[in-house]
């Protein structure tokens, strides 16, 4: 079974601040991805950045990049030089053979 | 290039009413999956559809069915309605193919914007 665990519900910060995501996940899969998705209020989830479990090395995408412990099984998501277009809810997610299971969500707003 | 799409973006129902929801997939996609998202809360997978086929599922009642084109469009279908399966309903699709270079490609699943249903 895989779980996984979102533990900040909301979070804010001044825009061009760096804000740090939280994920935890538990999955019995050897082969596994993980995933962040961001959710804007028009309802479209977005890929942001994913990382291959049997990879070490931690993916970046531009200004988004993720802290990978696989031991500790945890999967943060830095954003740098937030903006206000990443005001949105953010989800953790992980798949295993097909489906994605997600955390319940991150509200992250971004102040002016 | 085509995303994923949905339909109807808004629906609403009464109770013991059936409902189906359609989705065409990302162009060159062959996989596609349903979820079930309720207000605040994360997307639940109901089931994934490959090769016209079920292939996984997740735990929903035999309420929730689905079918898969030859085109590899899809349809959720909802029957005898609840209260409780007001929700967004998003499909993904995703690209199965064992020729899929990237293996990491061959998982993603693109999002469409959602169907949301209302049971009253």
């Known amino acids: 079974a895989q779980t996984v665990t979102q533990s900040q519900p909301e979070m804010s910060v001044q825009e061009a601040e760096t804000v740090t995501l939280s994920c935890t996940y538990d999955t019995s899969e050897n082969n596994y991805y993980l995933f962040w998705y961001k959710q804007p209020p028009s309802r479209q989830m977005i890929l942001v950045i994913r990382q291959e479990a049997y990879k070490q090395q931690n993916a970046t995408e531009n200004r988004f990049s993720v802290n990978f412990q696989k031991a500790a099984k945890s999967f943060s998501l830095k954003i740098s030089d937030s903006q206000l277009g990443d005001t949105a809810m953010y989800f953790c997610?992980?798949?295993?053979?097909?489906?994605?299971?997600f955390g319940q969500g991150t509200r992250l707003t971004i102040n002016p | 290039d085509a995303g994923v799409t949905q339909s109807p973006t808004h629906l609403i129902k009464t109770r013991g009413q059936q409902v189906t929801l359609r989705c065409s997939p990302k162009?060159?996609?062959?996989?596609v999956s349903w979820y079930q998202q309720a207000l605040g809360q994360g997307p639940q997978f109901i089931f994934q559809y490959y090769e016209e086929e079920e292939r996984q599922r997740g735990n929903f009642p035999d309420r929730f069915s689905g079918h898969q084109f030859p085109n590899y469009s899809s349809e959720l279908n909802v029957n005898a309605l609840l209260l409780g399966d007001s929700a967004l309903y998003l499909c993904?699709?995703?690209?199965?193919?064992?020729?899929?270079?990237?293996?990491?490609?061959?998982?993603?699943?693109?999002f469409g914007a959602g169907t949301r249903l209302s049971v009253l």
């Open positions: 997610a992980s798949q295993g053979a097909q489906k994605l299971v």
């Open positions: 162009s060159g996609h062959d996989t």
């Open positions: 993904a699709s995703s690209l199965e193919a064992i020729w899929a270079v990237d293996k990491g490609a061959k998982n993603i699943q693109y």
